[in-house]
């Protein structure tokens, strides 16, 4: 038996709700033996930063809204049937005017799939209330039961099916085995019943369902906000009746995925946990050969490095831990294959959540190599805020779990594509709870202040070294041994490294992590989160900007750009093509109204019709992109160039692909940079003045360009928001998608595209090409597009 956990499905006698012989009984039995912030694989807790397990019960250590444990391996169905759903509660603190305790049934998200009704679903609600009340959907007992928490509380809903297609819903309360309330509310509408169902603890009250009607479209959330004094332990969870369906294969745990790079037969791979407890090792069986590795305590991964891997063949593998087992595949090298293909993406807000049709898309395009190029989370990711800790100097768990909980639904979209496919994971800006960040080489950033843009200001990390790690071990472990491992300020590991695949030469970096922070360097701008708040440093003319720049800032750091110098000047033999995979381009490609001074005004700003085109707009400074420092990004630009090396990144959730130049247009190396695959922030580029020396038929947005920092591009293709008339409009009127590069072995070209979210090769016309302007093939080795 597992000892992770225990699931039990067994065959039920007939009781109190008529539940005839052979009906699913879905019991869960968490481990009592051990103390963890995990309940175990048949649930997703929200928030799992606010659960405890201990001694086999579940316990609410935080107070505040909505507090839950969805259960994922089963569920109500549509069919019509009885069923039964109960639990314990045991009070912990019960001080709330309007909280309870209970359940929450038939909970949907917006995306029809379990994971996102698991994280984002709503229903109906049935308990406890803090009055002593029982209560189904918006109605309740008018007698409360007398000191209702005085102890443990045995909740029992029980539905069975009623007239034209309706449930008889009861609730009944106990303590000890007697009774102490009943309630019923017949004729429940059957369309609130189906979906996942949940054990909830919750301050703030529940939405007063109406569910003797028909479900709305829309069924509001309970509030999630935290704060109070309500708390409760649960056990005993069990979901049981003909209506129920037993859906063991939606366990998520306690391996969740694996990613991996194989660089001249040296095989790294990551094993992502759920927070287990890391005393017992676990272990990679491959080519029949077992080796062990240490679960990090804080970031609950698993580093295995195996060498002398026969990269010529394929290497199926096994992760073990807990009697739990996770397969996948090494691929053998792709060195002969005519065609490689690189898939990039970046910037995961909520929205879309597990983006099933993205996924298939993606995988659709059948890559050799994936690369995620930072913000894998967002502040809205999962609901419930971030928890930043007291302060930045000493390590809080409680923090590193806030981020794992958001970080491991990255994982559950993807680990299908990842346990086989070779990996990039890049942290940015928003992986470490910042908006934007300047990292400084590792400084602390002042958090006496504002937390957020004010910290931000200051320059460097606003969480402990210790979070970053975290944050840095669970994306980027996996890729090959860092270049120079040496720590930067106050501990903070690195990552930049080389990597040799399929004829790929490729150099990954960190673009922020060095990169100086502009706010001390040019007090006369009055920065405020990366934009100027002295307007007239906001619109100088384009013969000025450059003006900007600082003596002594960076952007790579002296420790790469020598990284980068010395990669780019000692080109394997076996090399085809040359890649650098960072977080941002170089430049600052984002227009906004004249009139407006930061990018606050994005959101808001009305979407075109394609084919229409804003009045207005200008380049602007944006200091959180890497258009500054000036001297900093030209070099940088003319490193890549010596390398002929590609730049593929993402950060700016615009699609983009272009030229860099420095003395001249064209005068250096193309870049790639990926769209969001889901955004709240829909960045723009429609400068009033169009492109010079635009390609016949191209679009005004298109061609030579000072950005606003007065770097030279020549931009000849960009995803610019537009209403495409698709729902959800929050999701696809923002330019969502990913991006492609195709390497051709025989001619040394790569062709470069960007596509849209719900587009792929094997979808029909019209989701079956990328965003217009695209593809464009480039000869890297001339520097010219071909196409």
Not at 331 to 344: I, M, N, Y
């Amino acid at each position: 038996m597992c000892l992770f956990h225990r699931l039990v499905i067994t065959a039920l006698v007939p009781c109190a709700v008529c539940l005839p012989s052979g009906a699913d009984e879905v019991a869960p039995k968490p481990d009592d033996t051990v103390t963890r912030p995990w309940i175990g694989p048949d649930f997703w807790a929200n928030p799992m930063e606010d659960w405890n397990l201990s001694g086999g019960v579940a316990e609410n250590t935080h107070s505040g809204g909505d507090r839950e444990l969805v259960l994922l391996s089963g569920e109500l169905t549509e069919q019509n049937g009885a069923f039964r759903v109960e639990a314990t509660f045991h009070p912990r603190a019960t001080k709330s005017q309007g909280g309870f305790i209970g359940f929450q049934i038939g909970l949907k998200g917006d995306f029809d799939d379990y994971r996102d009704s698991a994280i984002y679903g709503s229903g109906f609600a049935a308990g406890l209330d803090a009055q002593g009340h029982l209560f189904i959907g918006g109605a309740k007992s008018e007698e409360a039961i007398a000191k209702p928490f005085a102890g443990e509380v045995l909740l029992t809903l029980e539905g069975k099916p009623g007239e034209g297609g309706t449930h008889d819903l009861t609730l009944v309360a106990k303590r000890a085995g007697e009774e102490i309330g009943r309630f019923s509310n017949a004729g429940v509408d059957a369309s609130w019943l189906a979906g996942p169902v949940s054990f909830t603890v919750s301050h703030d009250a529940a939405n007063k369902a109406v569910v003797r009607s028909k479900r709305p479209a829309h069924v509001p959330s309970i509030a999630q906000k935290r704060g109070g004094d309500w708390r409760f332990g649960i056990s005993g969870m069990k979901l049981a009746g003909p209506k129920v369906a037993a859906k063991p294969e939606q366990r998520f745990g306690p391996i969740l995925w694996c990613q991996h790079s194989l660089d001249r037969g040296t095989l790294v791979l990551t094993a992502q946990f759920a927070p287990v407890d890391p005393k017992e090792a676990a272990k990679l069986v491959i080519d029949g050969k077992e080796s062990t590795a240490t679960i990090d305590p804080h970031a609950r991964v698993a580093r295995f490095v195996v060498k002398d891997i026969d990269a010529t063949k394929a290497h199926p593998y096994q992760i073990r831990w807990g009697g739990d087992t996770f397969d996948g595949t090494i691929r053998s090298e792709p060195v002969d294959k005519p065609r490689l293909t690189v898939a990039a993406m970046s910037c995961n807000d909520s929205t879309g959540f597990p983006h099933q049709p993205l996924v298939e898309n993606v995988t659709a395009q059948k890559p050799d190599l994936v690369a995620f190029l930072g913000d894998q989370i967002y502040e809205p990711i999962g609901g419930y805020g971030l928890v930043f800790g007291d302060d930045n100097t000493s390590y809080d768990d409680r923090t590193v779990l806030s981020y794992l909980r958001k970080y491991y639904m990255h994982g559950w979209t993807w680990r299908d594509l990842l346990r086989d496919t070779p990996t990039i994971t890049i942290p940015d800006d928003h992986d470490v709870f910042h908006g934007n960040i300047w990292g400084c080489g590792g400084k602390l950033a002042d958090r006496s202040g504002d937390i957020y843009a004010g910290a931000q200001d200051s320059g460097g990390y606003k969480m402990s070294p210790g979070f970053v790690n975290a944050v840095h071990l669970t994306q980027s472990g996996s890729l090959p041994a860092p270049a120079d491992a040496t720590p930067c300020d106050n501990g903070i590991g690195v990552y930049y490294t080389t990597w040799e695949y399929g004829g790929m030469d490729m150099a990954i970096v960190a673009d922020r992590q060095f990169k100086s922070a502009p706010k001390a360097l040019l007090p006369e701008s009055k920065i405020r989160n990366g934009w100027p708040q002295n307007h007239a440093k906001q619109r100088p003319a384009l013969t000025t900007p450059r003006e900007l720049s600082v003596d002594g800032a960076e952007l790579l750091g002296k420790r790469q750009e020598e990284f980068l110098t010395k990669w780019a000047a000692e080109k394997p033999a076996d090399a085809k093509w040359r890649l650098v995979f960072s977080q941002t381009p170089l430049m600052c490609l984002q227009s906004i109204p004249e009139d407006e001074f930061s990018d606050g005004v994005v959101p808001s700003l009305p979407r075109m019709k394609p084919g229409e085109y804003p009045e207005g707009d200008i380049p602007k400074l944006d200091y959180d992109s890497n258009g500054w420092p000036q001297k900093k990004r030209d070099l940088a630009v003319e490193i890549l160039a010596g390398a002929h090396a590609v730049h593929v990144t993402g950060d700016q959730h615009l699609g983009s692909t272009g030229q860099y130049g420095v003395n001249d247009w064209e005068d250096a190396g193309w870049w790639i940079s990926s769209p969001a695959i889901a955004n709240l922030w829909p960045r723009r580029w429609f400068p009033d003045e169009g492109g010079l020396d635009r390609r016949e038929g191209a679009p005004k947005y298109t061609g030579r360009f000072e950005d606003g920092f007065g770097n030279r591009i020549t931009l000849h293709a960009a995803a610019n928001p537009y209403d495409i008339d698709r729902e959800p409009a929050r999701l696809f009127d923002k330019a969502v998608g990913y991006a492609t590069l195709t390497l051709d072995r025989a001619s040394g070209s790569i062709t470069l595209a960007v596509w849209p979210y719900l587009s792929g090769p094997q979808r029909s016309t019209p989701d079956d090409k990328p965003y217009p302007g695209w593809p464009i093939t480039i000869d890297p080795a001339t520097q010219k597009r071909i196409d």
